[in-house]
């Protein structure tokens, strides 16, 4: 008889060392996870998932490929943040119902400027923020955010160049404001 | 890189970085622990040189039994063994900056693995946990500075006051003398760079570690063709090194399977599983006797060696001792294949008893569908979710994924890949499982695995009308028993 194993299941005589294999990326699968979910336990939550996933699929992962294995693991807490993000709410309710004046991380971004930018990445859709965490956080290259998301470069590049310009615009929108604020004219409209 | 890179980088960069990192539950351990207690007498063998060459009479170090002992099922002994027979270098080399030393003070490599003991202390002389080390580097290259790129993969455990890097495939790589360069760059919340460049050598090990022919073929009843090309021990392990390729009527049969599972996996079309099966193996000595696995701890990872699946693999174990003689044992052939199952049912029927479905020689019984039942720890919390018990009695299956859905298309919200259940209501509603159990009873009279399953769906809050369960893709366990006698080195008199 076998034992009873909690989800998701390790296959038998699976690996004891696994923890070897996978504590160099735990810090920053652990931030990728949070910088997609914005939310600490359900970042947590989807580590914890990925994990397991890891663990159990473990002997599917092959170097020749040409995958490294910190990208597959990425990949795999990549989507288990995602899908956490959709399990918690829609995309659109989900934005909505961020508010940035609430943030408390917002406190240590001194600058203005890192504010905005921080705004405007939690205001974008999972897929277009997932994109640009990868590319700018994590270093991934454009083709392996492509196998990581499972998309075509094309689209990756699409996605970061729209990325870009949400970013871009929101600085400016707050430039143009900070501008007619302190030449008053708000105040006399 | 543009101005506006460089600041989103750096945003990011500072908001993750305040992050404090939470604590993981690491599913190798838990397996360990379990299994723990049901092998008591697993891994009784106990190895010893391979080699007499060097008697040298080394105390053990207390560093590398603490590692030891810090297991939970007191695995890698083989290290232990190999410190005692004198195969560990003492370096004890450190860098103090900012108040912290971080110190490297043991190394022990052969052709199998390296592995180097490092610790931090404070002003104080205090141990500081070497989880608060970020590490920034890991390099091994030759005395001129070439990375030796076998040792790319590196991995890292930490127990109480000592952190244990491990470095693979050491021996792929001709050069005998080497240097470990290992760095970090924040201890705690101080930032600095703490970097040491330790050389060691493989040649003692390398001496004391031999390869010897095995030569033996052998074709399972599902067409995969076996050959042992050879056995190389060493000091810390011993490996197996075999190849795998499928007849022509298997890699036909591939074909067709693969056309069956068309879209629903995660591969360019045309897409044949040829590499997607798994074998299992053990040693054992003349009583039978388990030796350990060390498969994973020596990072084995196939090579593709022509087309269709043929490969090159190699099975990792823990040192053998020349007081025995040792088989290795070819147990089963894992393998993923469509396995259709489907079963429809109103869950208010579920009241009265429960819902039996034969068919195709396969019985699946829905036991109940309940809510909020308490939470396993991969879960959300405080969550009102479903959750749907059955039993399962299928021939030869041993695993069927609860849930793997990948949600993430371009652009769309169309889910490009579900290998493990769909639930979906009479209006077509899919439920996502997000958590479950799997549990094997045991075999029924007929020979076929009783299998227990609990499915969660956060998705699901109201109970439906009609619900169909639907499962396409399975694991099928075919049993082997093929054995192979290993060749030992001589012992040198």
Redesign the interface.
């Given at each position: 008889?076998?034992?009873?194993?909690?989800?998701?299941?390790?296959?038998?005589?699976?690996?004891?060392?696994?923890?070897?294999?996978?504590?160099?990326h735990?810090?920053s699968a652990?931030?990728v996870a949070?910088?997609i979910v914005h939310d600490?336990?359900?970042a947590?939550?989807a580590?914890?998932?990925a994990?397991?996933?890891a663990?159990?699929s473990?002997?599917?992962?092959?170097?020749?490929k040409g995958t490294s294995?910190r990208a597959w693991f990425m990949k795999i807490v990549t989507?288990r943040a995602?899908?956490?993000v959709?399990?918690k709410k829609k995309t659109e309710e989900y934005m909505d119902s961020i508010d940035p004046g609430q943030n408390p991380?917002e406190s240590?971004?001194q600058k203005e400027?890192?504010q905005q930018?921080?705004r405007a990445?939690q205001m974008m859709t999972p897929?277009h923020r997932s994109a640009?965490?990868l590319y700018?956080?994590e270093?991934f290259s454009i083709a392996e955010i492509a196998k990581i998301?499972?998309?075509?470069e094309g689209?990756v590049k699409s996605r970061l160049h729209k990325a870009?310009k949400l970013?871009?615009e929101k600085?400016e929108v707050k430039k143009e404001t900070q501008v007619i604020t302190e030449m008053g004219v708000i105040m006399h409209d | 890189m543009t101005n506006l890179d460089k600041q989103i980088t750096q945003t990011l960069k500072k908001v993750a970085g305040e992050l404090d990192q939470p604590n993981f539950v690491m599913p190798d351990q838990v397996v360990a622990y379990k299994r723990k207690r049901s092998r008591l007498l697993g891994t009784l063998v106990l190895p010893v040189s391979i080699s007499c060459a060097l008697l040298l009479t080394i105390s053990v170090s207390p560093t590398f039994a603490a590692y030891v002992k810090s297991l939970f099922d007191g695995s890698d002994q083989e290290l232990q063994y190999a410190v005692q027979e004198g195969f560990s270098q003492k370096v004890n080399a450190s860098v103090t900056e900012q108040g912290y030393t971080l110190e490297i003070e043991e190394i022990l490599a052969d052709p199998m693995r390296i592995v180097a003991v490092y610790s931090i202390k404070d002003q104080q002389k205090n141990f500081i946990r070497p989880e608060k080390l970020q590490i920034s580097n890991v390099e091994v290259t030759d005395l001129k500075g070439n990375v030796i790129k076998e040792t790319k993969t590196y991995g890292i455990k930490n127990h109480e006051n000592y952190g244990y890097l491990s470095l693979k495939k050491p021996g792929e790589t001709e050069e005998q003398k080497l240097v470990l360069q290992f760095e970090g760059n924040q201890i705690d919340s101080v930032k600095g760079n703490w970097a040491l460049k330790i050389p060691f050598d493989l040649e003692k090990t390398s001496m004391a570690s031999k390869e010897l022919p095995i030569d033996k073929t052998y074709t399972t009843p599902q067409g995969l063709q076996i050959n042992l090309n050879s056995i190389m021990h060493s000091p810390t392990a011993a490996r197996v090194d075999y190849e795998t390729k499928w007849t022509e009527e298997a890699k036909n049969r591939l074909v067709q399977e693969s056309k069956q599972v068309k879209g629903k996996v995660d591969s360019a079309d045309p897409y044949v599983r040829y590499d997607d099966f798994k074998l299992n193996f053990h040693v054992e000595n003349e009583k039978g006797e388990k030796v350990k696995d060390l498969t994973r701890e020596l990072d084995t990872p196939r090579k593709a060696v022509g087309e269709y699946g043929h490969s090159n693999r190699k099975y990792g174990f823990a040192p053998l001792s020349p007081d025995h003689q040792y088989m290795l044992v070819l147990d089963s052939l894992v393998k993923t294949e469509p396995y259709e199952l489907d079963v429809q049912f109103e869950p208010k029927q579920l009241a009265d008893k429960p819902v039996r479905v034969d068919k195709d020689g396969k019985t699946i019984e829905i036991m109940s569908l309940t809510f909020d039942e308490p939470l396993n720890e991969a879960s959300p919390k405080n969550e009102k979710h479903a959750t749907i018990l059955l039993e399962a009695y299928l021939k030869d299956i041993s695993y069927i994924k609860i849930a793997d859905t990948i949600l993430m298309d371009d652009d769309t919200d169309k889910i490009i890949n579900r290998f493990g259940w769909t639930i979906k209501d009479e209006k077509g509603k899919i439920y996502n499982v997000t958590g479950g159990d799997f549990k094997m009873i045991g075999k029924d009279e007929q020979g076929r695995n009783h299998i227990r399953i609990k499915l969660q769906s956060y998705d699901m809050k109201e109970l439906p009308q009609k619900l169909s369960l639907t499962s396409e893709l399975a694991e099928k366990s075919y049993d082997l028993n093929w054995k192979v006698p290993l060749p030992m080195p001589k012992e040198e008199k």
């Open positions: 008889m076998k034992e009873n194993h909690h989800f998701p299941i390790p296959k038998e005589g699976g690996p004891v060392d696994f923890e070897t294999l996978v504590q160099p735990l810090n652990f931030r949070f910088l600490y336990h359900l947590q939550d580590v914890q998932e994990l397991w996933e663990y159990q473990l002997y599917r992962y092959d170097e020749r294995f989507h995602l899908n956490m959709r399990r991380l240590i971004l400027k890192e930018i921080w990445i897929k640009v965490i700018y956080y270093e998301l499972g998309v075509f689209t870009r970013i871009a600085i | -």
